[in-house]
């Protein structure tokens, strides 16, 4: 599978180097002879060259970028770049994700590259300024820490249009569940660049019946549930879970997708996962600590957020539902919703924002970090389907960032969470996970409703609404901080 996430920005770093055609002082050039020769510039200009290039190695996050060969220039006082020295740039280009120019390169806006500068100076304020104003893409930064940042932006949206995600749906225009599902597949193809498969949800059942349950998946099966911290799942339904996983991977990997979605209520009603005793939320866990955007419900405006969040902070996120708990109750009413959403176990002295689901994820700490400790439930009261139980405020007063995009796929809603309490529940949609949130619980559900966000709730650890919203900048949508 190619993995998005593993895609680097091309960066092909240019050192400019003006060599007088002769010695002489003026408005803009002073010097003594000696440091003011052809010969001395021009041996000034590679000495820096080198170091420059080592330089690079040594500061830009190569996680993110591919630093290709860097390439060296002249020009003179002519203020022109002769053709044999601009044809050194020709080759590549069409490889080349972002130029970083040391100093002015005169003509190089005719290559439609994105160019960019790291200087303290005045040069890259006018240059990037012109070049933005004539329409193409450019970007100044005053340091290494600034410019990575830069970096990761350019590198999350290189990998945004490197997604092609499965959608296993119902084929209707929005799921039953989510009427917020960012719709217009078309518009986010021509946007970010994001494809898509969107197939029947019913052709998975093809894959599930070619996955037989090997020695493997009950190996795997068996280590899920000696890992545990508690188990309330028989090994033989985790295995029918990590079949429908291995199926899910198989059709990815059959329409070359790497990131997937698919409905609940139609599948539900479907009666296939009754029958084959399954239910997708350890796939949704699975894939997302595998770097693998994964959402429930078809819901597409909460995989944006998700995908964008993953991407930029390397970290998983967990997703759910966003439920108000009012000051001193411990059973929010949830007319025409499943009494079992209502068994909250605490009781607080303000109302707070409930977010459950059954697809927590154990690196939301991040993917090079160790893996949280998990407990496995059942979805049913039969005891079948198997999902993870972590808990979210082991480390407690936890920062998360709480995301979602709008119907049109054009907007990101943000807000600021603080975690106080987390419950695991015998079964159904758990565990829940209890937030202030700045601004207020009450409020924020208004906003979401209102801005035409919709439900579902993308979390990860940490306050990262300064970096969404510079990435935002940079992949082209907006963001409205909630706070």
């Keep these: 599978m190619k993995y998005a996430m593993d895609v680097k920005v091309n960066l092909c770093p240019i050192f400019s180097n003006l060599v007088h055609s002769d010695y002489w002082e003026g408005p803009c050039r002073v010097g003594p002879i000696e440091t003011g020769t052809p010969e001395y510039e021009k041996r000034l200009g590679k000495e820096q060259f080198k170091i420059w290039t080592e330089e ?58 994105p160019i960019s500068m790291i200087n303290l100076g005045p040069t890259p304020i006018d240059l990037v300024g012109y070049y933005r104003d004539i329409g193409l893409e450019a970007y100044m930064a005053h340091d290494y820490e600034e410019y990575n940042r830069l970096l990761t932006n ?34 986010l193809f021509r946007k970010y660049g994001i494809r898509n498969n969107r197939i029947d949800f019913h052709q998975i059942m093809k894959y599930y019946e070619e996955t037989p349950i090997t020695d493997d998946i009950r190996k795997e099966a068996s280590d899920l549930y000696q890992g545990a911290k508690k188990s309330d799942v028989r090994e033989e339904y985790i295995c029918n879970d990590l079949r429908y996983f291995y199926a899910v991977r198989k ?12 409905p609940c209520k139609e599948l539900c009603a479907s009666r296939l996962p009754w029958e084959n005793k399954f239910v997708p939320c350890l796939c949704h866990s699975l894939n997302k600590d595998d770097r693998i955007p994964s959402a ?45 959403l209502t068994q909250a176990g605490q009781e607080f002295d303000r109302d707070v924002l409930e977010i459950h689901h059954a697809v927590p994820t154990r690196k939301m700490n ?51 969470g603080h975690t106080i309490g987390c419950e695991f529940r015998p079964v159904y949609c758990s565990p829940a996970v209890y937030y202030d949130v700045e601004g207020g619980a009450r409020e924020f559900r208004q906003a979401l409703a209102k801005g035409g966000y919709g439900h579902h709730q993308a979390v990860i650890y940490g306050n990262h609404v300064k970096d969404l919203q510079e990435l935002a900048e940079v992949v082209g949508f907006e963001v409205e901080y909630f706070h």
């Excluded at 350019?154 to 092609?164: G, M, P, W």
Aim: include cysteine; hydrophobic fraction near 40%; aromatic fraction near 10%.
């Design 366 to 416: 991040g993917f090079d970090q160790p893996e949280q400790d998990y407990e496995l439930a059942p979805f049913t009261t039969h005891g079948w389907g198997t999902h993870y139980h972590v808990d979210m405020n082991e480390n407690e007063g936890q920062v998360v960032t709480f995301g979602r995009f709008n119907r049109q796929g054009t907007k990101m809603m943000v807000a600021v």
């Design 154 to 187: 350019l590198q999350v949206r290189k990998a945004v249009a490197n997604t092609k995600i499965l959608i296993l749906s119902n084929t209707e225009q929005t799921p039953a569940s989510v009427n917020t599902s960012t719709y217009d597949l078309t518009k």
């Design 56 to 113: 690079l190695k040594a500061n830009l996050d190569l996680t993110r970028c591919n630093i290709m060969d860097p390439i060296y220039i002249e020009f003179n006082e002519s203020f022109y770049v002769p053709d044999e020295e601009f044809e050194k740039l020709l080759p590549r280009n069409h490889e080349v994700d972002l130029y970083l120019i040391t100093y002015r390169v005169p003509g190089i806006e005719r290559l439609n590259k």
């Design 251 to 262: 059709m990815m990997e059959r329409y070359d997708c790497n990131a997937f979605t698919t």
């Design 296 to 340: 429930c419900e078809e819901d597409l405006a909460v995989w944006m957020a998700m995908m964008m969040m993953m991407y930029l902070t390397k970290q998983s996120v967990f997703m759910g539902n966003p439920v108000l708990v009012l000051k001193g109750s411990k059973k929010p009413p949830q007319l025409g919703m499943p009494n079992l």
